[in-house]
């Protein structure tokens, strides 16, 4: 079996919740090892948070359709996070300012999306 044809069968069989947790599993990745000394190059720091701001982009666009079934107040919450990653993503980029906070609040989603 090819990759890709492996990868698409993975894809399939995971739930919504347990892709979720992949991703943010991979983009945090990213994240932690834009995070290590020696320091990474300007252009694989702007992949890192490239990848984390659209994970956050397509599940604040998820959580803004009406056909999410999630509770309003959480897909509230989703939405300005989304916006304060964007936001503090740009000011990593432009003002050197710490990493950290994004790793810690993509953790903290995978807690809350990690299997019982």
Partial sequence: MSIKAYQRAATQAESPRELEYR???????????????PPPTPAELAAALDANRRLWNVL?????????KLPTTLRAQIISLSLWVSKYSSEVLREGVEIEPLIDINRTMMEGLAPS
């Fill in 23 to 37: 991703a943010f599993g991979q983009v945090t990745a990213a994240l932690v090892r834009a995070n290590t000394r």
């Fill in 60 to 68: 604040s666009a998820d959580c803004s359709t009406p056909a999410n």
